[in-house]
Nanobody
Framework: QVQLVESGGGLVQSGGSLRLSCAASGSISRINAMGWYRQVPGKERELVASITRSGSTNLGDSVKGRFTISRDYAKNTVYLQMNSLKPEDTAVYYC????????????????WGQGTLVTVSS
């Protein structure tokens, strides 16, 4: 079984910074793309940022120039550095990963974390 555990959420003032972390654990033979999504009540979950296995990144238009995504391959961990935070960034942030299971039959899995709340006060 594969798990994603997020950390780093919390309360921050407008203009501040936070760094989210998401560590994958369990029976894993390979992690492909990893990413961060966010959701507010009443709205669909939206992509914030993603990073492929080769390191190519994609950022949502609303966070370009403010957020950065990176990953540590040795630690099976993805990070989201969030700077110049705005009240509209308030949401539950979810980690996502495409994983190949570690034992036969080797299966492609899409795994989600439990979510971490980010609140930006004005």
């Amino acid at each position: 079984q594969v798990q994603l555990v997020e950390s780093g959420g919390g309360l921050v003032q407008s203009g501040g910074s936070l760094r989210l972390s998401c560590a994958a654990s369990g029976s894993i033979s390979r992690i492909n793309a990893m990413g961060w999504y966010r959701q507010v009540p009443g709205k669909e979950r939206e992509l914030v940022a993603s990073i492929t296995r080769s390191g190519s990144t994609n950022l949502g238009d609303s966070v370009k120039g403010r957020f950065t995504i990176s990953r540590d391959y040795a630690k099976n961990t993805v990070y989201l550095q969030m700077n110049s935070l705005k009240p509209e960034d308030t949401a539950v942030y979810y980690c996502n990963a495409g994983v190949v299971s570690g034992t036969p039959p080797y299966r492609d899995l899409e795994v989600w974390g439990q979510g971490t709340l980010v609140t930006v006060s004005s």
